[in-house]
């Protein structure tokens, strides 16, 4: 490690402060809903991070003697995972009660005086998962065995400040948590909304109308069932203007630099895209789709194929798309073009396309009729524009909270590099030094 030891710190490797066993387990047929927690070798890639929080798996207390039961203190190692950059994802089990690892498992016990805690950051450390890429081994599945994770080198510090810089990352990983709660809170909160929103719209005062139950005067009967009185069913293409952008369905030679390629597999987080492994294209291909689709920043580019449904706006940032998507653009003044991206994510589309799927086809793709038959009720354009207001609204609050989700995310990252090394040094009281020793 290049920063300087800091006083009272000792360089060691993890073999030389506890020691390993091995985990085992059965298969899932031992899952038992109300039976004892135990941690299997994926959710340490899913759904622990550092230190184990919750259980997520739980046993039959019948098979248990299959699996290797943990201790407090105990740090748990994916032994076996898909990448270099993943493989030895750990966590450590602080709890008091009985629990257990599972297969593909490789259990750290650290000896006297450690904190668990700090052992289950220092392992995750950026340091400690670049140490542990060099050492695993395999090609389709990596592997790393407790011998290499004995050699992993750590930075160790007197045991009250192993405790101090454990609260402070338990802090942030606590803010973390809350903020992961609130984001999918709102999520849920939106779900439910946008189900309101596009079953019983948003009157001219911004209230939803009351249900058909309450007031059955404001609804009528169509070929989709119950709508507000003011919609029209009608069918998506007679509104929309559904475009293919390549209905070729190929492109010229990859190039190593040039315009993105953008495919349905590029769509991440709420609505945006992830060209970072795109390959590229010349720019005279972009020249020519433009032509075809002429790209505004409210596009909607809609999955046609493999992840069905998802919608995404078009944005700023250069694109060519593959002939995985569509692009959909409002026919004014029938349609409002930001109404139309959430439309397009409503169950009266989704429901619409699943049902004239051909569900024996291998990848699912959909067709531009397809798409332009389905039925869907559409509200007047002021309606739409007041279904908009209200889940811009709760976008606008997933996007703030997920904003401050990276930032805690980065904080944590960058804390744990300064902290884990030495770089900062923490600032221990006399009465936690004392009750640190007693």
């Not at 994802?89 to 904190?115: E, H, M, Q, W």
């Not at 220092?122 to 389709?140: D, E, F, I, T």
């Not at 720019?283 to 449904?309: N, P, S, Y």
Request: charged share 20%; aromatic share 8%.
């Amino acid at each position: 490690m290049s920063d300087a030891l800091p006083q009272g710190w000792s360089d060691v490797r993890l073999g030389a402060i506890g020691s390993f066993v091995r985990g085992r387990g059965g298969t899932k047929s031992d899952e038992w809903p109300n039976g004892l927690p135990c941690i299997r070798y994926g959710e340490l890639y899913t759904r622990h991070d550092c230190i184990v929080r919750d259980f997520y798996s739980f046993i039959s207390p019948a098979s248990t003697s299959a699996y290797t039961p943990l201790r407090s203190g105990d740090v748990i190692f994916a032994a076996s995972g898909e990448t270099l950059d993943e493989i030895g994802k750990a966590a450590a089990y602080c709890g008091t009660d009985a629990a257990y690892a599972g297969a593909d498992t490789v259990i750290f016990r650290p000896a006297d005086p450690l904190d668990p805690r700090f052992v289950g950051y220092a392992v995750n450390s950026l340091a400690a998962n670049q140490h542990k890429s060099r050492m695993g081994q395999g090609s389709s599945v990596m592997h790393i065995s407790a011998e290499q994770l004995g050699r992993l080198p750590l930075r160790l510090p007197p045991l009250h400040q192993q405790q101090r810089i454990a609260e402070i990352l338990t802090t942030i990983d606590e803010a973390i948590e809350q903020t992961q709660g609130l984001i999918e809170k709102t999520q849920q909160i939106k779900t439910g909304l946008m189900h309101d929103l596009f079953t019983r719209g948003v009157m001219p005062n911004g209230q939803l109308r009351p249900t058909r139950e309450e007031a059955p005067q404001l609804y009528k009967e169509s070929p989709l069932g119950w709508v507000p009185r003011e919609w029209t069913p009608d069918a998506f293409g007679s509104r929309v203007n559904i475009i293919d952008p390549n209905p070729s369905h190929r492109y010229p030679e990859a190039q190593e630099t040039g315009v993105p390629i953008c495919s349905t597999e590029n769509f991440c987080g709420e609505d945006a895209f992830d060209l970072s492994t795109s390959k590229f294209v010349l720019a005279d291909v972009l020249v020519a789709q433009r032509e075809r689709c002429h790209f505004a920043a409210d596009d909607v580019i809609f999955a046609r194929k493999g992840r069905i449904g998802l919608a995404r706006r078009y944005g700023t940032e250069p694109k060519v798309f593959s002939h995985t998507v569509v692009i959909l653009k409002a026919r004014a003044p029938k349609a409002d073009q930001q109404w139309l991206l959430w439309v397009s994510r409503s169950h009266w589309l989704l429901n619409g396309i699943d049902k004239r799927m051909n569900s024996n086809s291998g990848v699912p793709t959909l067709g531009v009729e397809l798409i332009d038959s389905v039925a869907v009720p559409f509200p007047e354009i002021d309606e739409q524009q007041r279904i908009n207001s209200r889940l811009n609204e709760i976008s606008q609050r997933l996007a703030v909270e997920a904003d401050h989700l990276a930032k805690l995310r980065q904080l944590k990252s960058g804390m744990m590099q300064d902290l884990l090394t030495g770089r900062v040094r923490v600032q221990v009281t006399n009465v936690q030094a004392v009750s640190a020793h007693v």
